[in-house]
């Protein structure tokens, strides 16, 4: 039989694909993403979330992004963040309550973590989608433009911007770097020796902090060669916006932006 393969991580990586969403500037998206995310912020319940949810299943259909392109996390790290999240919730308490005979379970907390949660994925999914239909360059050029305004007043635009666009760069090199620890680790525990369930507990547990000390380290090599190769090349350059007029796609696509947004005010007034 042969082996499922398992999905690249797809994160921050160009999809290079003809969509709406690719034709439409990098600094728009960004505008888009924080319009979203601090209006999601400010009206937090069910209904904004599952408008929200909508909006960014729609952005993902429009960009023609293939499904394998997501990144799917281990199945243990979703269930110990589930388990930690409801334990959690259920301590925290608050309404409503359910009650087993004369045991009362308080599930506030609970609701307010998969709140969380849906939130989280859905931020972090247009965050994707902007990595997906957005080259790095354009991404870097795009926050030097809207970051502009606030030059003028003395802001170091240049180093943020600069410093945020080599993290976002440093993504996929580090994702590279903890896949390639990873399959060296499954090599050497092959050549392992069975042990006990209470060694083997105590070896799963040293194995993680060996792969925690290796990432730190290789992450570290990685920026001392990126910040070597900026100072022979005479330090970074600042960052010139590109002066591109908003194409139709892009005033469509913040008017449909302000609409949702607008939608998500009113279900958090009529919740209300």
Not at 14 to 24: L, N
Not at 146 to 155: D, R, T
Not at 215 to 226: M, P
Not at 243 to 263: C, G, P, Y
Request: aromatic share 10%.
């Amino acid at each position: 039989m042969k082996k499922k393969q398992r999905r690249e991580f797809g994160i921050f990586r160009y999809i290079d694909r003809s969509s709406f969403v690719h034709d439409i500037w990098a600094g728009t998206k960004i505008v888009i993403l924080t319009l979203v995310s601090i209006a999601v912020t400010s009206f937090v319940n069910w209904p904004t979330l599952c408008v929200m949810t909508g909006f960014v299943l729609i952005v993902f259909i429009f960009a023609k992004v293939p499904i394998r392109a997501i990144p799917v996390p281990p199945a243990w790290i979703v269930v110990l963040v589930l388990i930690s999240g409801i334990v959690t919730g259920i301590e925290a308490g608050g309404k409503p309550y359910v009650h087993f005979g004369r045991v009362v379970v308080k599930l506030g907390g609970v609701e307010t973590f998969f709140e969380f949660a849906l939130f989280s994925l859905d931020i972090i999914f247009l965050l994707m989608i902007v990595g997906w239909t957005s080259k790095l360059g354009e991404v870097s050029s795009s926050l030097a433009r809207i970051l502009k305004p606030f030059k003028k007043v003395g802001l170091p635009i240049d180093e943020v911007v600069a410093t945020l666009s080599l993290s976002i760069r440093a993504v996929p090199l580090v994702i590279d770097e903890i896949k390639t620890i990873s399959l060296v680790e499954k090599q050497r525990r092959k050549h392992r020796p069975a042990f006990e369930d209470a060694k083997r507990v105590k070896d799963v547990f040293n194995e993680g902090i060996d792969m925690i000390i290796v990432a730190i380290t290789s992450c570290l090599r990685r920026a001392t060669e990126i910040g070597e190769a900026i100072e022979a090349r005479g330090g970074y350059s600042d960052v010139v916006g590109l002066s591109k007029k908003l194409s139709r796609k892009d005033v469509f696509a913040l008017f449909f932006t302000l609409l949702v947004i607008t939608t998500m005010g009113v279900f958090y007034l009529v919740r209300i």
